[in-house]
């Protein structure tokens, strides 16, 4: 039991360049909310029945000022981008259907299409050193899918947790279209972080995580989507004429609204930065590759995601005292933290809100490390 | 946009005998974890790819502590009771199957059951003034239901959220075996407020709310089964092979699970003082029937969820000034929280955890109130 309670989290007073951290930092405001309605049920104070419609606190107008944000037409918030994916796709299923997926996409679109009863066709990616993504073969990934079964839904992922690539999403989305399969867009490393408009993309739904880019604790997420799918996702329930079926009543009850709704307005602000954001990954990207580090995927790269390789690196890992842990050890000794233990030839890294200062500290590590083992 | 940021919880300060709040309560160990693990996907940390095998912080050593907790075999966290229901019922379900649910259940069970294409079968309680859960009961509806087609799963609310009946859960766990059928135990309001072991019983699976009896911030569920149903629920992913589907991959992945571990010494503690509750709930259902309101369901009392009738707030809240209101803002005026606004005939609130001193408030509440409009 001595093991439970409080624990202290490690990585206090760390640079943080985790890709799956920078963009789910609270803001000041969201600290403040975390505390105010930690407890359990706390949003359900003035419940009448359902999330979407509890006025105090002000959870009804947060949901209906969301469409604005996502450019779509009706918004939900769900228990994360994962489960806005598996609502859409369990909505949208049949028996022996398929769903179209971009070969970059995050593991959790192929679980919640497993989880649906939906069979996965894959849209390959271009392949070292791009990754890319080209519109043109969601085509013909669609039209051999089709001669197998029926295509209920395509998967953009927008940018990619790999490398950050931003593909053509509006060509995408109008090939899609071309042979009548809805659009979602998997936004995760995008809503929060930077501009993106459902409809403006000509998207059907778009999905993006709270935690991961929206300043909230978590797990939450929001789901956007065209009014004509509100049949299908916003289905209610039989006996519980109130209750919607895909969210089974209410998803985020608790804390992790409060503090989505405490960060929107430094959301919304802070997209507004989101060239200067590009601007540095850019510098980052540059000075990594003086370094001989090798930036992988869209280049000049248009996302704070970037995916680097080092064969330098790898060489050192050989040989090294503590193997391929060497680089994680040596940038924890640095207050570095987000580079997963082990890796050394491939990592991937964000800088996303993170100072130009931490930044230059991160680069002088990489400079120091390649230094010491040269 | 002014509308958002930060805002106050208008309860603080109150008296709370919402029975959606008095066990969802954080423990202070849990307000100091709520801070510390506030950002977004903040247990990721060192993860290696399964929330389950997280050894910093020990959500590996949490989960192996769960089952000796829930007397079950295996464990796991999900994002709130429903969430889990629902895990099990997609999991277990087939085409044209069943789940027999009992009359007293929580709207989650039928609406999880309608998310996972089963068919419900309802065992009736037995109506004013006990609404009581007979185990024969359970033969007939199952017997019957096995002539329209397989009955994949019996769910029994222990107890319900409504009038707070404890049921005899072994009996009705033996019943349904003689039928091949597994139980599923609804301890949202159990586990964590009493002393609840799955296999004592004899049930199958075991579900629990962080958010709403173990002293967590949500949402956030447990899940408890026996080995012999891991092989449905915990199905891998063909592709990505430790990723577990009915899951996701991962649940409550972040501050959620944290705060439910800061509370967990807590709630294995305040447990041992379920017998002093169940007293302090019948002395509040005692003094409250000295004043004309009637309890309902099992008396006398076993539980801290309590559902009363009072024909004398009826009457007067056809006459009052503010209509069936007007005990609402009496009790607001009072400080005190928990009663639906609108309800006088009918209502149902929680003693748990509240000192006898504050429910002396809310007797001398009721009795003015009583007092002041006959």
Known sequence: MSKFGFIERQTKGFINIDPLQTGGKLSEEAKKALVEWGD???????????????????????IEA???????????????????????????????????????????????????????????????????????????????TKRKGDVVLAVLTYPDGNYGNLP????????????DVPLLLNCAYAVGRMPVKMKEIGADFIVGSGHKS?????????LGMREEYAGQLLRRSEKYKNKEVEFLGCTARGVTIMTLIAS?????ERIKQWDKEVEKARWFSEKMEELGIVQLGDKPHNHDLMFFESERLYEISKKAKKGRYFLYREL????????????????????????????EVVLNAFGEILEKYS
């Open 40 to 62: 359990g049920y706390s949003v359900c104070d003035f419940c009448a029945g359902r999330l979407e419609e509890i006025k105090t606190p002000p959870i009804h107008d947060f």
């Open 214 to 222: 929206m300043a909230s604790a978590g797990p939450i997420g929001v």
């Open 168 to 179: 053509n999403a509006r060509h995408i989305a109008k090939i899609c279209h071309d042979y």
């Open 332 to 359: 924890k000794k640095r207050k570095i933290h987000g580079i997963k233990p082990g890796l050394t030839k491939h990592f991937k890294l964000s800088t996303y809100m993170v100072p130009k200062e931490q930044l």
């Open 264 to 268: 929107f307005p430094y959301v919304v």
């Open 66 to 144: 969301l469409p604005d944000f996502l450019g779509c037409d009706i918004a939900r918030i769900t228990n994360g981008a994962r489960e806005a994916k598996f609502a859409v796709m369990h909505a949208l299923s049949k028996p022996n259907a398929w769903v179209v997926i971009d070969g970059n996409a995050h593991y959790t679109s192929y679980i919640a299409a497993e989880r649906a009863g939906l069979n996965v066709a894959e849209v390959p990616n271009t392949g070292y050193p791009e990754f890319k993504i080209e519109p043109d073969r969601y085509a013909e990934v669609i039209e051999e």
